[in-house]
């Protein structure tokens, strides 16, 4: 499995299994399924409701901690100092594991200060509770803020992205101040698969428009965390990494940006 390199020298799993919409039984069988196929990477919050679903399964699977990279994320009711450090607990005893290998900030909140939240965030890193600490949904504005307040603290910041929201000036951004992107809805929900020239590059080189998408984000040293359910989607999108992204496809599809942007909740501003 690809890697890249956080800004402190910790590594991340370009792909990984995305959670939300899994819950119970089928989440479990889903992440030992996908542990089982090679992924090492899952992606949940508090907000799945599916914690101790994976639980289960990292707990039948023999994969030593140390290969897996468990990412978890605190909702913004819960930002304020005390609060995240409560949930914190909470989460890591849901997912019976000593630390996160990445904790993100899941939303940020108008009302708690970000710096209020990173205080505990980098406190919980210093405790050993998490390797890695993180944002998701943060603006250009939101993660001068937060580089402000430490500029080595934010590793990642994860985003809704796919081609046809291909937010240019965040990648530029992250890049230039050393931030991992991670690729949340990298499929756009599904729509990818009614791309007509996703799909028509997918007859031609014999991939799916999954594969086209997922590779896409890679090449960018993004990384990506579709989610999926069923062995065959599983299978399909952890093999994005062996065979050449021809060029011709990786040209047209710098080109289907639509600002297509699928979750929006008001806050933050994104436009
Ligand atoms: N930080 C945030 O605020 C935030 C927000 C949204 C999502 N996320 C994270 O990002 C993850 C992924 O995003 P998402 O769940 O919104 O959407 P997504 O990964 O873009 O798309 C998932 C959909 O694509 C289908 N699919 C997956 N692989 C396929 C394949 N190879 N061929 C055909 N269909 C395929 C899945 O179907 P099946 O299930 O039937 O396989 C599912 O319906 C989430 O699960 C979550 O972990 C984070």
Same mark, same amino acid.
């Given at each position: 499995?690809?890697?890249?390199?956080?800004?402190?020298?910790?590594?991340?799993?370009?792909?990984?299994?995305?959670?939300?919409?899994?819950?119970?039984?089928?989440?479990?069988?889903?992440?030992?399924?996908?542990?089982?196929?090679?992924?090492?990477?899952?992606?949940?919050?508090?907000?799945?409701?599916?914690?101790?679903?994976?639980?289960?399964?990292?707990?039948? *699977?023999?994969?030593?901690?140390?290969?897996? /990279?468990?990412? #978890?994320?605190?909702? $913004?009711?819960?930002? &304020? +100092?005390?609060?995240?450090?409560?949930?914190?607990?909470?989460?890591?005893?849901?997912?019976?594991?000593?630390?996160?290998?990445?904790?993100?900030i899941h939303w940020p909140?108008?009302?708690?200060?970000?710096?209020?939240?990173?205080?505990?965030?980098?406190?919980?890193?210093?405790?050993?509770?998490?390797?890695?600490?993180?944002v998701s949904n943060f603006t250009?504005?939101l993660?001068?803020?937060?580089?402000?307040?430490?500029?080595?603290?934010?590793?990642?910041n994860q985003v809704e992205?796919?081609?046809?929201?291909?937010?240019?000036?965040?990648?530029?951004?992250?890049?230039?101040?050393?931030?991992?992107?991670?690729?949340y *809805?990298?499929?756009?929900?599904?729509?990818? /698969?009614?791309? #007509?020239?996703?799909? $028509?590059?997918?007859? &031609? +080189?014999?991939?799916?428009?999954?594969?086209?998408?997922?590779?896409?984000?890679?090449?960018?040293?993004?990384?990506?965390?579709?989610?999926?359910?069923?062995?065959?989607?599983?299978?399909?999108?952890?093999?994005?990494?062996?065979?050449?992204?021809?060029?011709?496809?990786?040209?047209?599809?710098?080109?289907?940006?639509?600002?297509?942007?699928?979750i929006?909740p008001?806050y933050p501003?994104f436009?």
């Amino acid at each position: 499995m690809k890697k890249f390199e956080l800004k402190n020298g910790n590594e991340i799993p370009a792909l990984g299994l995305g959670t939300s919409g899994l819950r119970g039984k089928e989440c479990t069988k889903v992440v030992k399924k996908a542990l089982d196929l090679g992924y090492r990477h899952i992606d949940t919050a508090d907000m799945y409701g599916n914690h101790q679903a994976i639980a289960a399964a990292l707990n039948q *699977s023999d994969i030593k901690r140390k290969d897996l /990279f468990i990412t #978890s994320k605190i909702k $913004s009711e819960d930002l &304020k +100092y005390n609060d995240l450090k409560k949930a914190a607990d909470r989460l890591l005893n849901e997912l019976d594991i000593e630390y996160f290998d990445l904790l993100l900030i899941h939303w940020p909140s108008p009302e708690i200060p970000v710096e209020e939240s990173l205080k505990a965030m980098k406190e919980l890193k210093e405790a050993g509770k998490t390797k890695n600490v993180g944002v998701s949904n943060f603006t250009i504005p939101l993660l001068k803020e937060a580089l402000e307040y430490d500029s080595n603290l934010i590793t990642v910041n994860q985003v809704e992205f796919h081609p046809t929201l291909y937010q240019k000036d965040l990648l530029d951004f992250a890049f230039k101040n050393d931030i991992i992107l991670t690729a949340y *809805s990298p499929l756009a929900q599904g729509e990818v /698969f009614k791309n #007509s020239v996703l799909e $028509s590059l997918g007859k &031609k +080189y014999d991939k799916s428009p999954a594969q086209l998408a997922l590779r896409w984000l890679i090449e960018k040293n993004i990384v990506a965390i579709p989610k999926a359910s069923s062995e065959n989607h599983l299978k399909n999108n952890l093999d994005v990494f062996d065979w050449n992204f021809p060029v011709d496809a990786a040209r047209e599809m710098e080109l289907l940006d639509q600002n297509n942007r699928l979750i929006d909740p008001g806050y933050p501003k994104f436009n």
